[in-house]
């Protein structure tokens, strides 16, 4: 078999895994397995920018997977500003080791977004900066020829996006005014 042709399989492999935790997590209502899931993907992720080359995306995502392992940690409070902090400075720090040009932000800026939702923690607010963050990631996977993730991207946007529809928006049930009953009392 070609070199050329088992990298790719091997690049494909690790983003459909990567898919499937991906867009699983974003349909789950509770932080917990949605961390773990997503944790999960970003390993996945990792494997497949190491292998397509695209080093940033790639230091990017090793931040990334640190990052969900710390917040799964923090599952029933929230995390400290200082870790959230320090991942900026990590990022930042890892942006510019490796830049590549304008590109380089477009990883970045998503990577702050998401980050921002991780740590104040509630699954609505990860649903929609899930899609928000990731925009950019389409560009990026785009630009880096990585077209096995802008797929997986484009997935995990759009279950973002349905799952904070489904069930953070119609999966509000109203607040019914209980009508108070006049108690019938002798006069």
Known sequence: MDGALIT????????????????VSMQLKKKFPLMVLQTAS?????????????????????????????????NKKRTPLWVLLTLYA?????????????ISLLPFGGSLIYAWSLWYGKTKWIRLCNAIGNSPY?????????????VMTLFEVASAAIGF?????LGKKPIK??????????R
């Open 8 to 23: 790719l399989i091997t690049e494909q492999a690790f983003g459909f895994c990567a898919l499937i935790c991906t867009v």
């Open 177 to 186: 005014k209980q009508k108070r009953k006049k108690s019938k009392r002798a």
């Open 42 to 74: 970003e390993a996945f992720i990792v494997a497949q920018y190491l292998v397509k080359g695209a080093f940033t995306g790639s230091l990017m995502s090793v931040v990334s997977f640190i990052r969900d392992i710390i917040f799964t940690k923090f």
């Open 90 to 102: 990590v990022m930042t720090a890892l942006t510019i080791a490796s830049w590549a040009g304008p």
């Open 138 to 150: 389409l560009v990026y996977t785009i630009l880096t020829g990585n077209h096995v993730l802008f």
């Open 165 to 169: 529809i489904r069930i953070d928006i």
